[in-house]
């Protein structure tokens, strides 16, 4: 079994979502970029656009209005001006 990312999706008023996947895809200032379990430690900003994360083959979408992405060795969080989800 391939190891999992833990990825945290929190937004002003609320942590939209937290847990173990696959991958995650996100916008950010500098271009498109995707993280899975053991990526480098990165920090950047975003741009208005998708985030997809990936699951067990499931994806999941969000809208993200702007924010940063930090990539850890604990792995991604993502603080979005605003967060809201498009499918499940």
């Given amino acids: 079994m391939a190891e999992k990312l833990h990825f945290a999706l929190v937004a002003p008023?609320?942590?939209?979502?937290?847990?173990?996947?696959?991958?995650?895809?996100?916008s950010g200032a500098e271009g498109d970029f995707g993280v899975l379990a053991?990526?480098?430690?990165?920090?950047?900003?975003?741009r208005p656009g998708k985030v997809v994360v990936t699951n067990d083959g499931a994806k999941t979408v969000y809208d993200v209005e702007g924010g940063f992405a930090d990539v850890t060795p604990l792995g991604l969080t993502i603080l979005a001006e605003q967060a809201t989800l498009v499918t499940a």
């Fill in 13 to 26: 008023e609320r942590e939209v979502f937290s847990g173990l996947v696959d991958q995650v895809d996100a």
């Fill in 38 to 46: 053991g990526h480098a430690p990165f920090m950047t900003a975003l």
